[in-house]
């Protein structure tokens, strides 16, 4: 199947011939997180909400599939794209259209990065109060239609907390433009909050208003070596509570991921944190570096002395900051262990230790000699589980995926913390919620996308 000619012409005629992109030049170019990403042959870069529109009105009208993509960093597959479908990227609506210190608002077009949005908000001692590892990559349209996370949603939510306002194109080129600058805005139903999460399947987001935040202040980081999981969410608790220190990260790793880290980047100086099985990296800033690293320290002796932690090691300089951050946010487990499979779930914080000790057991005791390798956010209880064995797994996910979601909700947790449904997990939605909600999310989308060219096959079935 490909795009028709006619259809081609059109979009061309729209945003101009140097904006489209053919087969041959996408299979040339990196598709990002998901090796299928470029398998449409056609990409169209529209450059304002006007071009927008008018390829999902020519899009409809022909009934061409269209699959929107920001960075390509999505972890679930929902920017997969297959040849008949028209790619629509945001890369060309970048622009940051206006930032306001006092009222602590920005107006931005989906295509700007995080990164971009972070770095205009620092000029202003601002923060966009969200980070996550793909930040150079990721865009915001990309990161609302996921609902994103990270390692500040603990303090400002996930990306869904963060939006004002939405533009948004629907599937027949009509634009909803819901552009609010004010936290309070009770008029009728927010109907664009719906597609914050709708991974592209019910509209393509055009621009976006954010709430921003004041940057933190001077921060300390430390390395701690965990005398086990509910220690580790002892000493979250105690943290998460100190007014002298304002906690600005709690990333969860496994001993085996730091530990593949360390010798995949050659990082050194950890050998007595990788005994122990748990490491967490906290951060936490106060008026002053000193400030932060006193306030740190304290909670680190008090935790020793009540034997939460085994070892730790405070950061004395950038270089050091930077490798506890790379042991953390590095892929080697993926590289050194290919054919893995990813499970992004979370619990309440106080459930996690009992949760996290019963998925293991299960995925232990498989006869494919499962190995676990474990990071997270462990200030929302959300953790990542890479599950990999000495041959691939990835064609026993669903098999896999029943040991690890077995008793999430006897635990009151999700399956999908923050990477969405995409392709991963749509068996895992359509076995896990509940008839009465897949029913509305299927009416909403047939509502609003009734001949299915937005982002089709993505979460919901075909
Ligand atoms: C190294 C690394 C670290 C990561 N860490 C985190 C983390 O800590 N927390 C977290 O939540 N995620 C994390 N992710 C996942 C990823 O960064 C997020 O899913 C991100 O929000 C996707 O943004 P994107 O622009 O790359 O979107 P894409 O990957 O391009 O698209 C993702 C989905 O959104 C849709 N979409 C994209 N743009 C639009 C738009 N303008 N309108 C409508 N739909 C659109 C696509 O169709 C697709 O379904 C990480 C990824 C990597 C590679």
């Known amino acids: 199947m490909t795009v028709p000619a006619a259809v081609i012409d059109s979009l061309a005629d729209i945003v101009g011939r140097e904006a489209l992109r053919h087969a041959a030049d996408l299979r040339s170019r990196d598709p990002g997180i998901h090796p299928d990403n470029f398998g449409g042959d056609l990409m169209v870069r529209p450059a304002e909400t006007g071009e927008l529109s008018r ?157 921003l935040v004041p940057a933190d202040g001077p921060a300390a980081t430390a390395m701690v070596g965990l005398r086990d999981l509910a220690a580790g969410v002892a000493l979250a608790d105690t943290l998460l509570r100190n007014r002298s220190l304002t906690l600005t990260a709690l990333e969860l790793m496994s001993a085996n991921h730091a530990a593949t880290v360390c010798r995949s980047c050659a990082l050194k100086g950890f050998d007595e944190l990788l005994a122990t099985p748990y490491l967490l990296l906290v951060a936490g800033s106060a008026a002053s570096s000193a400030a932060a690293e006193a306030a740190l320290v304290a909670e680190l002796e008090a935790a020793a002395s009540l034997e939460l932690i085994l070892d730790a090691v405070v950061a004395q300089n950038e270089a050091q900051r930077a490798a506890m951050w790379r042991m953390r946010e590095d892929w080697a487990v993926d590289r050194e262990y290919p054919g893995g499979i990813w499970f992004d779930v979370s619990v309440p914080l106080a459930q996690l ?35 990999n064995a000495a041959q691939p797994v990835t064609d026993r996910y669903e098999e896999i995926a029943e040991l690890v979601t077995a008793d999430l909700a006897a635990y009151g947790g999700s399956f999908s913390a923050e990477h969405g ?39 919901l079935p075909d």
């Open 55 to 211: 390829v999902l009105a020519c899009c409809h009208a022909a009934r061409v599939a269209v699959v929107p993509q920001g960075g390509r960093t999505g972890l679930a597959g929902g920017a997969v794209s297959r040849p008949g479908q028209v790619i629509v990227s945001l890369d060309r609506m970048n622009r940051i259209e206006a930032l306001d210190p006092v009222s602590r608002t920005v107006q931005v077009g989906a295509g700007v990065t995080l990164a971009a949005l972070a770095a205009q908000a620092a000029e202003h001692g601002l923060s966009p109060g969200i980070d996550l590892g793909a930040r150079d990559s990721a865009t915001i349209g990309g990161m609302i239609s996921t609902n994103a996370g990270g390692a500040s949603a603990f303090r400002h939510g996930t990306m869904r907390d963060r939006v004002l306002g939405l533009e948004v194109v629907l599937a027949d080129g009509a634009v909803l433009s819901e552009l609010g600058l004010v936290r309070k805005r009770n008029e009728g139903l927010q109907v664009e909050r719906i597609f914050a999460g709708a991974e592209g399947t019910l509209g393509v987001i055009a621009r976006a208003t954010l709430s």
């Open 421 to 459: 449904i995409g392709l991963e997990k749509r068996a895992t939605l359509q076995r896990l919620v509940s008839p009465v909600k897949l029913a509305l999310m299927r009416r909403l989308k047939d509502a609003l996308d009734p001949l299915g060219i937005m982002n089709p096959g993505k979460v």
């Open 353 to 387: 230790p009992g949760y996290l000790h019963s998925a293991s057991a299960r995925l232990k005791g498989h006869p494919a000699g499962l190995s676990v390798f474990v990071i997270g956010h462990l200030g929302d209880g959300n953790v990542h589980l890479t599950v």
